[in-house]
């Protein structure tokens, strides 16, 4: 069974920060064949080369900005994450849309590009829900290359099988499949009507589904998520789940954690048992009191679980 997980006291204790330069953070973009993708990073220490290069996936409603809460928890941790890498994937964020839109075997490609303008041969991985899922499949695809993966609220077996079956998902998770069934219908005015639904006083309801206590969630956390909601990526991603052989993560041998949620919305308990089948090196911790941002809303206990 996975690990009790340590909470701190304070739920969702920081902001998302989206000045660069006050993380010392340096803006690069980079040209894909699968489109453009903004980065953020920090340099390595030229005084410590060995400092590894740790590449951030955010999730379906994320940039890089998700990950300062993290950055920020493990800075005052002690364990400070010394050479980020975080990326918006096309689509995401500040990067463009691609055409057509990313799949997960695409998004691999862009992240292993990324490793390559970055100069790095290999790197530590850490993905939050979606980028979770890309990040599995980067590890079982290239395994050579990564050294240690991090999977943050990750959205794995029972995410792909109710998207990939939606009449019985919808029993067993019921907010996916229904954002992924308005998505569908209405990819255009999705955005549209978030947004609008935000500025009228909805922001903490639309909020509701992914965090266990939305109104203590920082003001601009809960915009980010509805500002940064690409529903037409989004069901793209989701077009992977049909066919896709979670088996293949077992390719992936090298050390790895998993932190999720006791009320995550997009995931079930079980996920977590599941995972370990498939890779058994991996440690899982289950934190209470959690939705699907466990790196937002206890980010010092998901640097502890992926310590």
């Known amino acids: 069974m996975p690990d009790p997980g340590r909470a701190p006291s304070a739920y969702a204790p920081f902001g998302l920060d989206d000045d660069p330069a006050a993380l010392g953070l340096a803006r690069l973009v980079v040209p894909t064949p699968d489109g453009a993708v903004l980065v953020h990073h920090r340099r390595a220490d030229p005084a410590d080369p060995a400092d590894p290069v740790t590449i951030l996936l955010h999730g379906a409603a994320g940039s890089w ?55 790095a041969e290999r790197f530590e991985l850490v993905g939050h829900s979606l980028g979770a899922l890309v990040a599995l499949h980067v590890a079982a695809t290239s395994p050579g290359r990564v050294t240690r993966l991090g999977l943050v609220s990750p959205t794995t077996f029972s995410a792909l099988e109710a998207a990939a079956r939606p009449w019985s998902g919808v029993r067993r998770l019921p907010a996916l499949v229904l954002l992924r069934g308005v998505f569908t219908v209405l990819p255009r005015a999705s955005s549209v009507l978030l947004r609008a639904a935000a500025r009228v006083g909805l922001l903490t309801a639309l909020a509701s589904p992914v965090f266990r206590h939305a109104r203590r969630v ?17 069901v793209v991603a989701t077009r992977s789940a049909p066919g896709y ?11 790895a954690s998993a932190v999720a949620g006791a009320d995550d919305a997009f995931a079930e308990l079980d996920d ?33 679980a992926l310590a």
Do not use: I, K, M
């Not at 920020?72 to 057509?100: K, N």
């Not at 052989?245 to 050390?255: K, N």
């Open 218 to 234: 920082p003001r601009s956390v809960r915009e980010a998520f509805v500002a940064e909601v690409r529903p037409v990526a989004f």
């Open 272 to 304: 977590l048992v599941r995972l370990r089948a498939v890779l058994p090196q991996c440690r899982t911790t289950l934190l209470p009191e959690c939705g699907h941002f466990a790196h937002v809303e206890w980010p010092t206990a998901t640097v502890d």
């Open 65 to 119: 900005t998700t990950w300062t809460p993290y950055l920020r928890a493990a800075a005052e941790a002690g364990r400070p994450v010394a050479t980020p890498v975080l990326v918006d994937l096309p689509g995401w964020g500040g990067s463009p849309a691609p055409t057509p839109a990313l799949d997960v075997d695409a998004a691999a490609r862009v992240v292993l590009a990324v490793a390559d303008a970055v100069g």
């Open 245 to 255: 052989d979670t088996g293949a993560w077992s390719a992936y041998r090298g050390p």
